[in-house]
């Protein structure tokens, strides 16, 4: 199937050839009568002669389209800048929203802590240390041991 497409194509671009090869050839690509009088005249100066064959029209029909492409460009170009930045921007915001969220966690058991063990501790609802109340040493140290074991990076 592969063989037959290749030689399909093979064809297809033999025939555009030869195409193209007739039209070059037999076209005028200048009305000959516009040559004829351009020939006659005394005005030969550069302008005068591309007013005369139509080569300024061509010009600007080829500069035009070629403004339209920059405009066109220029508008998807941006499109494209803005979406990328505001994907870039999204991203961005969502990693550092997770750090201070994780920060401020962390700051706001540092300060809550101490006061909700020693709470519990007076309490006599947890049983970590002995019958005594707890003091400012361990609370301390439970806090440490806490923050070691509950920091997750």
Do not use: Y
């Amino acid at each position: 199937m592969r063989r037959g497409w290749v030689v399909f194509f093979l064809g297809l671009h033999i025939v555009t050839a030869i195409f193209l090869l007739s039209l070059i050839l037999d076209f005028h690509f200048v009305d000959p009568s516009l040559l004829n009088d351009l020939r006659k005249s005394s005005d030969r100066d550069v302008l005068n002669v591309a007013v005369q064959i139509g080569r300024l029209d061509f010009v600007s029909a080829i500069l035009a389209m070629f403004g339209i492409l920059t405009g066109l460009a220029a508008i998807f170009g941006f499109i494209e800048v803005r979406n990328r930045a505001e994907d870039r921007a999204r991203i961005t915001a969502i990693e550092i929203a997770g750090k201070i969220a994780r920060s401020e966690a962390r700051e706001e058991v540092r300060r809550s802590l101490p006061a909700i063990v020693a709470r519990e501790m007076l309490s006599g609802r947890a049983k970590f240390f002995s019958e005594e109340s707890a003091s400012d040493s361990d609370t301390q140290n439970l806090m440490s041991k806490l923050d070691e074991g509950g920091e997750s990076k």
